[in-house]
């Protein structure tokens, strides 16, 4: 079993609409939580972080984290073909403490 | 604020050599660094944490001795690449963290090596 599993993608949504990234992780006691977005040929960029249950918002961001399922996932609003990436779901904390564990990646695609 | 870089961000080099990348925090004081590794079309690959002061810590399957990183102060770790071969050509980012209980890592902008 992955730690770290990410819906498979890629994922597609035209201009203007939600895109919707999930995430599940199988460390139970993990307690961080960070998206980020890799843009192709480049390093990973911290968009969001999210430590306890609930949403958290950033622009048109919005992390969801659900500890009791042991699901993240990360919302954008209006979306824009600039948000074309690759989104990376990590976690840290638990038995890996300070490391971050990452999933594999889900493509996002915005068309016009 | 938080900014890492690398240097260099692209090299070449011939089989047998060995090649230096170094990462620097900027703007703040980087307790700990951590060495990835990424192959095309995947994801990043924990290689090693490293740890002002003290010996880098190495993920399993990653060896030690081919990959030596040193992290002599606040602000600069090297990774280096020993007796590079074609199969260590990849894309290598660090990444560095404030301090021990500040758990978000900033990453630096990679330096991709290809090994001929």
């Known amino acids: 079993q992955k730690e770290v599993e990410q819906n498979s993608g890629p994922l597609s949504v035209p201009e203007g609409a939600i895109a919707s990234l999930n995430c599940t992780y199988s460390d139970r006691v993990s307690q961080s939580f960070f998206w980020y977005r890799q843009y192709s040929g480049k390093s990973p960029e911290l968009i969001m972080s999210?430590?306890?249950?609930g949403d958290k918002e950033d622009g048109r961001f919005t992390a969801q984290l659900n500890k009791a399922s042991q699901y993240v996932s990360l919302l954008i609003r209006d979306s824009q073909p600039s948000d074309s990436a690759t989104y990376l779901c990590a976690v840290s904390g638990g038995t890996s403490y300070g490391k971050l564990t990452f999933g594999q990646g889900t493509i996002l695609t915005v068309h016009p | 604020g938080a900014v890492v870089s690398q240097h260099p961000s692209r090299v070449i080099c011939k089989s047998g050599t060995s090649v230096k990348i170094e990462c620097r925090s900027l703007d703040f004081q980087a307790t700990t660094m951590f060495w990835y590794r990424q192959f095309p079309k995947q994801s990043l690959m924990l290689m090693a944490t490293?740890?002002?002061?003290?010996?880098?810590?190495?993920e399993q399957g990653v060896e030690k001795d081919k990959f030596l990183i040193n992290h002599a102060s606040l602000t600069l770790s090297t990774l280096t690449v020993t007796s590079a071969h074609p199969e260590d050509s990849s894309f290598y980012i660090c990444?560095?963290?404030?301090?021990?209980?500040?758990?978000?890592?900033?990453f630096g902008p990679g330096t991709r090596l290809t090994v001929t």
């Open positions: 990444s560095a963290t404030p301090g021990p209980t500040w758990d978000e890592q900033y």
């Open positions: 490293s740890n002002e002061g003290s010996k880098a810590t190495y």
């Open positions: 999210i430590y306890s249950n």
